[in-house]
């Protein structure tokens, strides 16, 4: 692989070449360690309307159990970065934010958010896979994953995968049918 530097990884940006993975994912599925992006959990009292304020999609009008891709800003309306906000429940929001933004997002939380929410960041405990590709779900059921199948767009649940607990999105946010 041909790594290059990002935000503190070594990040493999190509295998066999650009042409070939992209008619890999496309034609079949290609599976991505998405690891090096931020992932935040606030929790606490009312933490969903906490996030709420500071970003620029509603998570108050979102179900739970459903993503919101929007942006975090600052106090003068200056994007930090753009997010994925999981509603876990009214007490419980999962982030994913960009590696590069990482602590920037964490500290403007951190400021931001009410003394009894408590923020955690995940990164450094946790994995980040994206599975895209037509082959997606064929390849879900064969690890026995057929729970993820019927997922709406934007949705999550929760479930083991060989062994381990894990979360599964259909964000669609890399553009091609598959999960995160």
């Known amino acids: 692989a041909r790594f290059v530097p ?3 990884w070594e990040m493999p940006v190509q295998f066999k070449g650009i042409v070939t993975e992209h008619h890999a994912v496309r034609e079949h599925a290609g599976l991505f360690d998405v690891t090096h992006m931020g992932r935040l959990r606030v929790t606490g009292e009312g933490a969903l309307h906490d996030v ?5 999609n509603s998570l108050a009008q979102t179900p739970i159990g459903r993503a919101v891709y929007g942006c975090c800003c600052n106090e003068s309306g200056t994007i930090l970065d753009d997010l994925i906000c999981y509603c876990e429940s009214g007490d ?9 933004n990482r602590e ?4 403007h939380f951190s ?3 009410p003394s009894h929410i408590t923020l955690e960041d995940l990164s450094e405990r946790t994995g980040l896979l994206a599975l895209q590709g037509p082959r997606t779900f064929e390849l879900l059921d064969a690890i026995d994953a057929v729970w ?3 997922l709406p767009r934007m949705g999550f649940t929760k479930g083991t ?3 381990i607990e894990v ?3 259909l964000t669609g946010y890399t553009g091609e049918l598959g999960v995160e």
Not at 52 to 56: A, G, H, I, N
Not at 94 to 99: E, L, M, P, Q, T
């Open 161 to 163: 995968l060989v062994g």
């Open 104 to 107: 920037k997002i964490r500290a």
């Open 92 to 100: 419980s929001v999962f982030v994913i934010c960009n590696a590069s």
């Open 52 to 56: 709420d304020r500071l970003v620029t």
């Open 6 to 8: 990002y935000a503190g």
């Open 167 to 169: 979360t599964i999105a």
């Open 148 to 150: 993820a199948r019927n």
């Open 111 to 113: 400021r931001e958010l």
